[in-house]
């Protein structure tokens, strides 16, 4: 597709259960951020991958969120033991990326809506 | 760390009426500005950003914004408003990772409601 894809766009699921949220970038974005946005609030940064190795994953609130990015493209945002407090908007964007690149913006896919009962 | 702040949590405006939205940011060296739009069940559209340059930039539209360091501001401004801008607008600073490839994760404000009456 033309832009960033996320799915499922909802999800319910009780406490304590597991997750997988999948982000399709852009292709050839080589660039790929996780956010969180919680109601009535800005997104928050989460993890960062540059191809296939996490960047940055100074954002990932403790150690039951992982995410993983194996071949450079598709990113699995994973979340273990889900509580309450987990139920956001879960936002990928993708840039091109790369040292030649430069300075660029990042596209947005529509989200992820996670509901934890 | 950066932070941004946007003190306006909602706005009403009149249509066709001129807008300005206020953004606030905290960061140590030059900072990298966006804003974004969300409508809603819709994702983040950018509407503009400030790399470095001419601190007056132009985005979608009919959007402007003006970078000013000494205030460490980067408010957002459109001379006419029309319905369909109504919706959540963020303002963000973008700050250099640690791997340096010239990508950068974003820091983003609450947000800003706009409301626009008839």
């Known amino acids: 597709g033309a832009g960033v894809s996320q799915t499922p766009s909802n999800k319910v699921t009780e406490k304590g259960k597991y997750v997988e949220l999948r982000c399709d970038p852009i292709?050839?974005?080589?660039?790929l951020y996780w956010y969180r946005q919680s109601l009535g609030q800005g997104p928050e940064f989460l993890i960062y991958?540059?191809?296939?190795?996490?960047?940055?994953d100074s954002g990932l609130p403790n150690d039951r969120f992982f995410a993983v990015r194996p071949e450079g493209s598709v990113s699995t945002l994973k979340i273990q033991r889900t509580e309450r407090g987990d139920s956001a908007v879960y936002l990928c964007?993708?840039?091109?990326?790369?040292?030649?690149?430069?300075?660029?913006?990042?596209?947005f896919g529509p989200g992820t809506r996670l509901t934890v009962l | 760390a950066q932070s941004v702040t946007q003190p306006d949590i909602h706005i009403t405006v009149s249509e066709g009426a001129s807008l300005e939205l206020r953004c606030n940011y905290s960061?140590?060296?030059?900072?990298?500005l966006f804003w974004y739009v969300q409508s809603p069940g819709q994702g983040l559209q950018l509407l503009l950003k400030?790399?470095?340059?001419?601190?007056l930039v132009q985005g979608i539209k009919g959007f402007e914004a003006e970078f000013k360091r000494s205030q460490s501001s980067f408010n957002l401004r459109k001379p006419s408003v029309h319905w369909s801008d109504a919706a959540e607008y963020f303002c963000?600073?973008?700050?250099?990772?640690?791997?340096?490839?010239?990508?950068?994760?974003?820091?983003f404000g609450t947000g800003t409601r706009l409301t626009i009456i008839p």
């Open positions: 964007a993708t840039s091109p990326g790369g040292r030649s690149s430069g300075r660029s913006e990042q596209f």
């Open positions: 292709s050839g974005h080589t660039a």
């Open positions: 991958f540059q191809g296939t190795g996490a960047a940055d």
């Open positions: 960061y140590g060296a030059t900072p990298y």
């Open positions: 400030y790399f470095s340059g001419d601190t």
């Open positions: 963000a600073v973008g700050a250099g990772l640690r791997s340096n490839f010239g990508n950068e994760k974003l820091t």
